[in-house]
Structures are given as structure tokens and as C-alpha cells.
């Protein structure tokens, strides 16, 4: 089994389309409705929804850069604010936290062999 894709809800496709490809992600479908982006690595897509209301979610989005501080100062410097960031966490993780124009939540992290391979992982996994 592979992850295809995640999808969140936003308040305007346009405004959330312009913040994800600032990230770098980029748009392969478009709709009124509905935009999906291509990472730039890997095969995964994302995906956006235009829905009413709030949207306010607890799921975090997590996308992952090699060169974190690199990426985070362009973000800045096109306007971009972050919540928290960059930081080195307790779990061995780099992160910067911010919010999508709706107010999604995303981490931008990198892990290095720590993402799979951290020094508690369960023996029974590798």
C-alpha cells in the first residue's frame, strides 16, 4: 500500500493554490472546487478542497526538505510567516511550524535517518 494523496479543506482555491506552490509543490488538476499538486520529490500529491465554512483542523501536515533553513529563508523572503522555527526537537527532528491561508496547520521538518530510523524504534521493524 502506497499514500496516494492528502487532501484539506480551504476557504479560496486561488489564495491556497499561490500559497503551495510558494512551498513548492506543483499544480497538475484544477477545478473551481479542487487543485492537486505533485511534491517535488517522490510520486505523492496533495491536495486541496474548497469548502464553506471553518476549517479549522487538528491534522498536520507534514512535508519534508533536505535543505529546511535554505528553504524556510526563501519562504521568508517571499512573504511567507512562520509560527515556530526552524527547531531542533527533543525527537531528533528540525521543524518549522506554520499555517496554510486557512488556517491548516503544516510542519516543515527534516529528519534525516532519524524519519525512519530513530534510536527508538521497535526491533521488531527492521
Known amino acids: 500500500m502506497r499514500l496516494n494523496q492528502v487532501t484539506v479543506m480551504v476557504r479560496d482555491i486561488d489564495v491556497a493554490c499561490a500559497f503551495y506552490v510558494k512551498l513548492g509543490l506543483k499544480p497538475i ?40 533553513d535554505l528553504l ?11 509560527d515556530s522555527g526552524p527547531t531542533d ?11 496554510d491561508p486557512s488556517g491548516n496547520p503544516i510542519c516543515l521538518f527534516q529528519a534525516g535517518s532519524n524519519r525512519f530510523n530513530p534510536p527508538w524504534r521497535l526491533p521488531e521493524s527492521l
Open 89 to 99: 526537537e527533543r525527537w531528533l527532528w528540525r521543524e518549522v511550524r506554520l499555517r
Open 29 to 68: 488538476v484544477k477545478s473551481p472546487h479542487y487543485m492537486r499538486f505533485m511534491c517535488p520529490e517522490g510520486d505523492s500529491t496533495f491536495s486541496i478542497h474548497l469548502g464553506e465554512g471553518s476549517t479549522n483542523s487538528s491534522t498536520v501536515i507534514y512535508f519534508e526538505n533536505d535543505a529546511l
Open 72 to 82: 524556510v529563508e526563501d519562504l521568508k523572503g517571499s512573504g511567507l510567516q512562520c
